[in-house]
């Protein structure tokens, strides 16, 4: 039990273009989800927390409007990196609360690399 | 604020050798502590967890003892295996303050050679 998964797993993009991550809880309702950005052999950076029906909170120096968070159902969380430049690449990681419990579960990752 | 220190790496062992990944923390509450493991291009997984003072938590031959006393949270295995080549992470998650936001160590990368 509590899966995370992520989609997609890999993507390459062009500079100045769109891209959005889905996460999803598939057994179990998270109504809060957590982006992490991992950068190689470097520790989790908390980018935001994300709660069920409304806005995300974000950590300080993240951009709000560059880093879109939508938090739609229980089971669903995306992060949309617009406009995305080559120093957005790097390694993003969502993770999805078990109610109830202090415990997460991590995604997969998603590594987007932008050219 | 809450912060987990961690052992800086890499760790380098030969298989079947014995790990000590050392961890201590800060919390102004009464943190859960856990591990995680993240094998290279991949998420984190739970590896363990221990919730109180005392408590041990163990996994796949991975061991932890939830110590107040020394605000610690070793990691150990008694006989490393080529596939425990991973990243671990220490973490808390502090309930007192009603947020489960955990707070992570910076990772410590193991190497276990044949």
């Known amino acids: 039990g509590a899966v995370v998964s992520q989609h997609p797993s890999r993507v390459i993009c062009k500079s100045g273009t769109s891209v959005k991550i889905e996460c999803r809880s598939l057994?179990?309702?998270?109504?809060?989800m957590f982006w992490y950005r991992q950068f190689p052999k470097k520790s989790l950076m908390l980018m935001a927390t994300s709660n069920e029906g409304s806005k995300a909170t974000y950590e300080q120096g993240v951009e709000k409007d560059k880093f879109l968070i939508n938090h739609a159902s229980l089971t669903l969380s995306t992060l949309t990196v617009t406009s995305a430049h080559p120093e957005d690449s790097s390694f993003y990681i969502c993770?999805?609360?078990?109610?109830?419990?202090?415990?997460?579960?991590f995604g997969p990752g998603t590594r987007l690399t932008v050219l | 604020g809450d912060s987990v220190t961690q052992m800086e790496g890499p760790v380098t062992l030969s298989e079947e050798a014995f790990l000590t990944i050392n961890c201590t923390y800060t919390?102004?509450?009464?943190?859960?502590l856990f591990w995680y493991v993240q094998y290279p291009g991949e998420g984190l997984q739970l590896l363990l967890k221990a919730t109180k003072a005392d408590d041990k938590g163990s996994n796949k031959g991975f061991e932890a003892t939830y110590r107040k006393e020394t605000t610690s949270f070793h990691l150990e295995k008694g006989s490393v295996q080529v596939s425990d080549s991973a990243v671990y992470f220490c973490?808390?998650?502090?309930?007192?303050?009603?947020?489960?936001?955990?707070?992570f160590g910076r990772g410590t990368s193991l190497i276990v050679h044949p």
């Open positions: 919390a102004t509450g009464y943190p859960s």
């Open positions: 993770s999805a609360h078990l109610f109830g419990t202090d415990t997460q579960y």
């Open positions: 973490a808390l998650s502090d309930r007192s303050g009603g947020s489960y936001i955990p707070t």
């Open positions: 057994d179990f309702q998270a109504t809060t």
